[in-house]
């Protein structure tokens, strides 16, 4: 498993020297090609060090580094602890964290306590780019950004817990916007990563490779649609797709999933509407497969507000379809729907 975040101590780790002791520590060049090169690939970093945190958030921002954190934690209790709090915070599991301390002992501690973190000690910190688990399968556009869609994250969560009025209030003030258009190339590795990693918001389970879908963009009988989200606080990035098989009279939708992130947002059934949109005026029925994998039950329930009812089942799948001559129901008017290449 690929590392997902790699947790920094401070002190003789990522600079010389240790700022309590009244030194200004310089970062080691080897620690600060780490930090870009990680960042670049999309793997986050965090702290986890024993100092005084007003002190320690102060020397990384005098040395240009503070921004390359997602998560600060510095005080005096165990680092498994706070290791532990980094995971909760980006919720993301223990297991894809790794952790780098020049302090034996401290790697020691957060080794027995949570041993699925894989840690190292501060000496091989310049040679962790060239490990096997520091190097992604795939970095696209949006894996360059992913610390700063996180922050942008951070930012929605306090403004929501300072929200005065109800939820539905707190979507409409967030401004979102989706834009859906056809998938491209650029698209296809983001593309092929959500298929792998959704699970919950996917309406068949299936996984397509770069190959299939590319095969897929390319074909006549198919159509591959992606779609970004944004609001004020920023970019979520790429957090949909939709594949549908134009071969008949109907337009079959294939898979249809959106990224677990924007579970809250309340988007799904914005592009569940434009799937059908986009059929009834292609004179296409609109249909849609939907494999139960035990986690997947709202896409179902997105489905059904979405005016498609069940008209054929097995013991593995069922077969949804809109009545083209039925009224529409109303669609969620908290998002503004732009697509770049409409029917």
Known sequence: MHVKCLVWDLDNTLWDGILLEGDEPVPFTAAVRTLRALDERGVLHAV????????????????????FFTVVEVGWGAKSAAVA?????????????????????????????????????????????????????????????????????????????????????????????????????????????????????????????????????????????????TDRFGDYGTIGIAVTDLSTTDAVLKLLLMSCRVLSRGVGSVLVEHVVQRALRAGRRPVAEFVPTGVNRAMLVTFRFGGFEVVREDAERLVLAVDPGRPRPPGPGHVTVLAEDPV
């Open 48 to 67: 986890a060090s024993r100092s005084d945190a007003e002190q320690a958030a102060g020397h990384l921002r005098r040395h240009g580094l503070i921004d």
């Open 85 to 229: 709090r980094i995971a909760q915070t980006l919720d993301i599991g223990v297991e894809t964290l790794a952790f780098v301390d020049d302090d034996p002992v401290e790697r020691a501690e957060v080794a027995g306590e949570l041993p699925m973190v894989r840690c190292y000690p501060a000496g091989e910190a310049g040679a962790l780019p060239d490990r096997p688990e520091f190097q992604p399968p795939f970095i696209t556009a949006e894996s360059r950004q992913r610390r700063l869609l996180y922050r942008a994250a951070r930012l929605r969560v306090q403004a929501e817990q300072e929200f005065a009025g109800s939820s539905a209030q707190f979507l409409t003030s967030l401004e979102l916007v989706m834009t859906i258009r056809r998938a491209t190339e650029d698209d296809l590795a983001r593309a092929h990563e959500l298929t792998v990693r959704t699970h919950q918001l996917n309406t068949t389970g299936l996984t397509f490779g770069m190959a299939e879908l590319r095969a897929l963009c390319e074909s006549p009988d198919h159509e591959v649609l992606v779609a970004r989200l």
